[in-house]
């Protein structure tokens, strides 16, 4: 194959990713036939066909692709100065950060989430979501050695509780905004300051809170 074609063929398979990934975000995997995304991506449906074996396959290529491109806020939290407070925070605001600029990857990645298509969990776990969570649960074992987390926590467990943090603002921002009091709508760092707070500090008060009640 010349060079030429190459570079026609990464450019074919680049455009069936992209209508792929729009295609499933705005109306999930059954929704969404091959001959659709062909005309999307203004290629023959056997050129989709060239590159990708079945839908099933495009889908989940669509997915890892939508996942790889938020690992850059765990290497951020890898990489990042401080202790390890200062390191889960910086993830916390990066990654909240990268759903919030990244609308459509994010409710293509949730809306499998919700929708549960039986069959499919355990695939995409195992093909998409595993190294980004084992990632993140390394991490968090990091922060623990550094005696920042109890000895007794389990970081599997504080993993899901920051990924289901952030998944909850990103999924309830705008109803946020109409309810009375809720300040840190519009301002997901805040949130997460706020967060970080709670989980150092607990919230359970003192002596010292309960004084002139």
Not at 31 to 38: I, K, L, P
Request: net charge negative; charged share 25%.
């Amino acid at each position: 194959m010349s060079p030429r074609n190459e570079e026609s063929s990464g450019d074919a398979v680049n455009r069936i990713l992209e209508a792929a990934t729009e295609l499933f975000a705005q109306h999930g995997f059954d929704h969404v036939s091959m001959n659709t995304v062909a005309e999307a991506a203004r290629v023959s449906k056997a050129n989709v066909f060239h590159h990708f074996k079945s839908k099933d396959e495009l889908y989940v290529r669509a997915m890892r692709q939508a996942c790889e491109a938020s690992r850059s806020s765990l290497e951020v939290m890898a990489n990042g100065e401080g202790d390890a407070w200062q390191r889960i925070r910086l993830f916390i605001d990066e990654h909240l950060a990268h759903m919030l600029d990244n609308t459509r990857d994010s409710r293509l990645i949730l809306r499998e989430v919700v929708e549960n298509r039986p069959g499919a969990g355990q695939r995409l776990a195992q093909e998409v979501f595993r190294d980004n969570f084992n990632r993140l649960v390394e991490l968090i074992g990091q922060c623990q050695r550094e005696g920042a987390l109890r000895a007794d926590l389990d970081p599997v467990f504080f993993s899901t509780l920051l990924l289901g943090a952030n998944v909850f603002f990103f999924q309830s921002q705008e109803v946020l905004r109409h309810l009375d009091g809720v300040e840190f709508a519009d301002e997901p760092g805040r949130y997460g300051a706020m967060f970080v707070d709670v989980l150092m500090r607990g919230a359970m008060g003192g002596p010292a809170d309960n004084e002139g009640m």
